[in-house]
């Protein structure tokens, strides 16, 4: 990272003088590579659900050491809290005091993972109460976490159980340097839906994947990492950014399509390219988007509209293109923000068009599974881009720094990482899912 | 159609980058530069990365002596498998038109199963040679064994010696410029300013309208910040162009018709074109836009006046006709080379002249009139301006995807060269 803070906090004797100056030390975190190992360190699961030794077996087919109990080890890289079973806030206290216990052990770059179930208006008050505290106990233990240690949870609907291929797949992602900038985030599981990869390390292959904005940025971050995990990628942006899109296709043996998204018959073009050329289209990442900052009462309309057309009207079209087409399968990724979610100042036209973006997730779901295809979303927060790069340094540094609980921006590749994720068969069952990427930060960015 | 027995040599594509005017957005790019990025944009395109391909061929019109690989050299640089022979072809303004004929000949032949043709130009970054007697001093010195030799060739260079001889476009024959010559054409084949005007006026607004409806957005890839042709205005009227004042045959006095607006402007710019055998393209799953049917050069005695030096395709399209069994009206699209507009209307109007045709070309009647909604529908280098050796390619691409988007019919290509030579072709839509 060519962050020079991170750097000078973190090594030598500056490392020290900022340890006795009790300076914010942004941890280097723990990314994902295809030779390093999928934890740190043993698994400790707690807990004692149905199939929790089914589990912990599978586990130990993913070449991890895995503890039920503790077993007196010096280090761990990850902890599991079976917490789904559990009725009543007070029988909380066992786990949640085991949990505790074990966290001084966690190697940097560890792994806290619950699960446990939605919390219903249907539930009984008891164990409505037991589940959304859960949700809060998480949130909070992920703050509480260090040297780029993370905590989250997966969340299990009804019908689905610790072994579904999405609770695996959510499990393995937050497990894996992949969910390296996730933090405090719950992944929720809906159906049984999914397949593991047979290879972890190409969970794409033989998929055709189309990124739209891929020129550079966050969009050519997914385009190599689709490309990495084994998909055959079209890249796609507007035609004057094309110099920069070849070389990205170069790269990782794409072909190009310079479109504005915009067009009409953006989708037509793309499943012409797609599927005339690759033979089918199975993977859609909406990443193409815009900024046009202005405060509300200085906006004109040529700012407000592109934005709209550009962010949120074009995916509108495009899906219903692909609907229609009735593309087996089809999982469709969009680039939602935490603009969307928290708010931003100056840019209500650009969260009117990411939260259009998760409203738009998450109702169409029900439209894509029907087709056994799937959509999601993912909202970043601090991304360490050309674009932020622009923000003046002390407002970036108080960005990126201290509001979020891993006190650093995110980088491309942790956006592209969580992107290929919900892009995979493993991910079917989290159909619908709105992912933050943001290490957990309290605001928009 | 021309010759059953061979196999069709397809055009699969192209790409091109931007052109730009001389000393403008690609100063300070050379011709191996530039021709590297417009394979790098074709390789992005269709997939070709890490693929051997049969041979890319191209050229440059303007190239130093040190470029004597720059096809080779560009490869080299780009995603294809360095195992892709290239090889650098020379033909003037041809240059593009012959790269390509030859590939689709060899394709035709089963020779190679897939190729790359196209060219490069600039000339802002042209080579610059030292002057003729600078340059035999300099010889002299490097054949010199002793100090005093040395010493005495040396002591032969006069400051006169040291002004460079910057390449032109002039006709080393006659010492006439491009222009000048096509001027004594203009005026003998009776083109007026008015028409020639016009002629440049639709150039510019047909390619204007074609990057509007986004036409050349699989045809070409921005460089160096540049998106679109930087010569283009979109803006142009008849009566800024009438404004303009003779730049060519200004010896002529009041028929000097021939001004800025009217002529091709000196321009940077790289082309290319995918060509392969219909195995090649189905089995890479690629788009087949068209056919490139066949091709003919002429040459003329432009020397002795016999003849105007840019009027070549007029006689290489007699043959080509004859030679494929059609008539000059049975095509669909006409994309003749805007080297300047009188060359375009001096060329229709010779086709249409019956002395001409009869006494020059040998026919029994004239070849006839073209029906001129079917002339460089999307603009022609009069608005995108003219690289030289980047022509051929930048038109063929063009061409086949025009023949491709209507699904039928065929389309004669022109262009005419430097040392009164020309190149004409014929590209025809799939079946």
């Keep these: 990272m060519a962050d020079k803070y991170m750097e000078l906090v973190n090594t030598g004797m500056t490392k020290k003088l900022a340890k006795l100056l009790g300076l914010p030390r942004p941890p280097r975190l723990r990314r994902y590579g295809e030779t390093t190992p999928l934890l740190p360190g043993p698994v400790l699961v707690l807990g004692s659900s149905a199939r929790a030794q089914e589990l912990s077996d599978t586990l130990m087919g993913w070449d991890l050491d895995v503890r039920r109990h503790d077993a007196g080890d010096a280090k761990l890289g990850g902890l599991v809290l079976l917490l789904d079973e559990l009725t009543h806030p007070e029988q909380l206290s066992p786990l949640m005091l085991a949990a505790g216990a074990a966290l001084r052990k966690l190697v940097p770059g560890a792994r806290v993972v619950s699960i446990s179930r939605p919390a219903l208006d249907t539930d009984a008050p008891a164990l409505a109460a037991v589940r959304q505290g859960i949700d809060g106990a998480m949130r909070s233990l992920g703050r509480e976490m260090r040297g780029g240690a993370t905590a989250n949870g997966i969340v299990l609907t009804e019908g689905t159980d610790l072994l579904s291929p999405g609770t695996l797949g959510a499990l393995r992602f937050f497990f894996s340097g992949r969910s390296a900038y996730v933090d405090g985030q719950f992944l929720t599981v809906r159906s049984t839906d999914g397949e593991l990869p047979a290879d972890f390390h190409k969970p794409l292959a033989g998929k055709v994947a189309v990124v739209t904005g891929a020129a550079r940025g966050i969009g050519a971050s997914i385009a190599r990492t689709l490309a990495r995990d084994g998909a055959q990628l079209v890249v796609v942006d507007m035609p004057a950014a094309g110099e920069a899109l070849a070389a990205v296709a170069n790269q990782i043996g794409a072909t190009t399509l310079q479109l504005d998204v915009t067009a009409k018959d953006a989708a037509q073009q793309i499943m012409d390219h797609a599927i005339g050329r690759h033979g089918s289209l199975d993977i859609v990442v909406h990443n193409a988007g815009i900024t046009r900052d202005k405060l509300l009462a200085n906006m004109d309309a040529a700012r407000w509209d592109s934005v709209i057309a550009v962010n949120i009207a074009s995916q509108l079209r495009m899906n219903e293109a692909f609907l229609a087409a009735k593309l087996p399968g089809l999982r469709v990724v969009s680039l939602a923000s935490t603009s969307g979610i928290a708010g931003n100042r100056g840019q209500t036209n650009y969260a009117a068009s990411k939260g259009g973006v998760i409203g738009m997730v998450r109702s169409s779901a029900k439209l894509f599974a029907e087709q056994g295809g799937s959509i999601a979303a993912v909202a970043p927060?601090?991304?360490?881009?050309e674009m932020t790069a622009k923000i003046p340094l002390g407002t970036r540094t108080v960005a990126r720094m201290v509001l979020p609980s891993l006190m650093q921006g995110g980088l491309p590749q942790d956006v592209a990482e969580a992107i290929s994720f919900l892009s995979s068969d493993a991910a079917a069952g989290l159909n619908g899912q709105v992912l933050r990427v943001c290490g957990q930060s309290l605001v928009g960015a | 159609m021309s010759q059953p027995s061979v196999r069709n040599a397809v055009i699969i594509g192209g790409n091109r980058i931007p052109f730009a005017r001389s000393n403008t957005a690609y100063v300070n790019a050379s011709n191996q530069d530039m021709f590297t990025a417009a394979l790098e944009g074709l390789v992005a395109r269709f997939g070709l990365q890490g693929q051997r391909l049969g041979a890319v061929a191209g050229g440059a019109v303007l190239k130093h002596s040190k470029d004597f690989n720059l096809v080779r050299e560009s490869v080299l640089g780009s995603s294809l498998d360095p195992a892709t022979p290239a090889y650098d072809v020379q033909m003037a303004c041809a240059t593009g038109m012959e790269a390509i004929g030859s590939l689709a000949n060899k394709i035709k032949l089963g020779q190679i199963e897939s190729g790359i043709g196209g060219g490069v130009d600039t000339t802002s970054d042209a080579p610059i040679a030292v002057s003729e007697s600078l340059r035999g001093i300099l010889l002299e010195l490097s054949r010199a064994r002793s100090t005093k030799a040395k010493l005495a060739a040396l002591a032969k260079i006069r400051p006169s010696h040291l002004a460079p001889s910057a390449p032109g476009t002039g006709e080393p024959r006659t010492g006439l410029s491009m222009g000048d010559h096509q001027a004594l054409t203009t005026k003998a084949w009776n083109?007026?300013?008015?028409?020639?005007?016009?002629?440049?006026?639709?150039?510019?607004?047909?390619?204007?309208?074609?990057?509007d409806r986004g036409f050349f957005n699989d045809l070409l890839t921005p460089f160096k910040g540049l998106s679109r042709d930087n010569n283009l205005r979109a803006d142009s009227t008849?009566?800024?162009?009438?404004?303009?004042?003779?730049?060519?045959?200004?010896?002529?006095?009041?028929?000097?018709?021939?001004?800025?607006?009217?002529?091709?402007?000196?321009t940077d710019g790289a082309s290319t074109v995918l060509l392969g055998s219909e195995e090649f393209a189905a089995a890479h799953d690629l788009p087949m836009l068209a056919n490139f049917v066949d091709f003919e050069a002429a040459a003329v005695d432009f020397v002795h006046g016999a003849e105007g030096l840019l009027m070549a395709p007029a006689y290489a399209t007699a043959r080509l006709l004859e030679r494929n069994n059609l008539a000059l009206q049975d095509f669909d699209f006409y994309e003749i080379h805007e080297a300047f507009a009188g060359t375009v209307l001096a060329t229709l109007a010779a086709w249409e002249d019956e002395t001409f045709c009869r006494e020059k070309l040998g026919l029994d009647a004239p070849l006839g009139a073209i029906d001129r909604g079917k002339l460089n529908v999307n603009g022609s280098s009069l608005a995108a301006g003219h690289p030289f050796a980047a022509t051929g390619g930048r038109i063929i691409a063009s061409t086949a995807k025009m023949l491709a988007e209507k699904g039928s019919g065929r389309a004669l290509v022109s262009v005419c060269a430097a040392g009164g030579q020309g190149v004409v072709a014929i590209v025809e839509a799939r079946k």
Aim: proline fraction near 4%; hydrophobic fraction near 45%; avoid cysteine.
């Design chain 1, 381 to 385: 927060g601090f991304i360490e881009t």
């Design chain 2, 191 to 211: 083109i007026t300013r008015e028409a020639q005007d016009e002629l440049a006026l639709a150039s510019h607004l047909n390619l204007a309208a074609a990057y």
């Design chain 2, 238 to 266: 008849l009566e800024k162009l009438a404004k303009l004042k003779p730049a060519f045959g200004k010896n002529l006095g009041e028929a000097a018709t021939m001004t800025a607006g009217n002529s091709t402007p000196l």
